[in-house]
């Protein structure tokens, strides 16, 4: 089963709740640079309009994140 496509606020509002948790520790246009206590910092380089599809969703929560694919789908 394949992951949805999803806007780029939509992305950053899945990765800044529960249970991940990130924050934005910096900014600069349209790139952010985001921390979570419990998982490895990352850079979101994505304007408000664009639409992720979802193999880069699912490489976002997946390899860059580490999540398990069933820990991901729940989040979304």
């Known amino acids: 089963m394949r992951f949805p ?6 992305l950053l509002a899945v990765l ?9 520790v910096s900014q600069h246009g349209s790139h952010r640079h985001l921390e979570s206590d419990d998982y490895p910092p990352i850079d ?5 309009k664009q639409t992720l599809p979802g193999a880069l969703v699912r490489r976002i929560l997946m390899k860059r994140i580490g999540l398990s694919e069933q820990q991901a789908r729940k989040l979304l």
């Open 5 to 10: 496509s999803l806007k780029a606020p939509r």
């Open 16 to 24: 800044m709740r529960k249970p991940l948790n990130y924050r934005i």
């Open 44 to 48: 979101f380089c994505w304007h408000d």
